[in-house]
């Protein structure tokens, strides 16, 4: 497995969880890192991203609430203010030598 996501689950709105994309640092070395997530009878969509340098981008629907951030083997996904429609499956991705790696996906689910 060349890339390994967790921490999905079930949260109530307002709350927060933290998703870990853990890799080899050979994998992250010099590649951005990516969060899409897809949500049921949705196109999956780009969330977020992280350049090798630290550089971060967010979709609109997230800013201010999600902060990407990388160490040397992981990248996570903090995810506060959560609403309903956050509620998805996550995956984590990196594109690398003309390679696209997905991780398996982690599913959160946002209710009361």
């Known amino acids: 497995v060349q890339l390994q996501a967790s921490g999905g689950g079930l949260v109530q709105p307002g709350g927060s969880l933290r998703l870990p994309c853990t890799a080899s640092?050979?994998?992250?070395?010099?590649?951005?890192v990516d969060w899409y997530r897809q949500a049921r009878g949705k196109e999956r969509e780009l969330v977020a991203s992280?350049?090798?340098?630290?550089y971060t981008n967010y979709v609109d629907s997230v800013k201010g609430r999600f902060t990407i951030s990388r160490d040397k083997n992981t990248v996570y996904l903090q995810m506060n203010s959560l609403k309903p429609e956050d509620t998805a499956v996550y995956y984590c991705?990196?594109?690398?030598?003309?390679?696209?790696?997905w991780g398996q996906g982690t599913l959160v689910t946002v209710s009361s």
């Open positions: 992280i350049s090798s340098g630290g």
């Open positions: 640092a050979s994998m992250f070395s010099s590649s951005a």
């Open positions: 991705h990196v594109y690398r030598y003309l390679i696209h790696y």
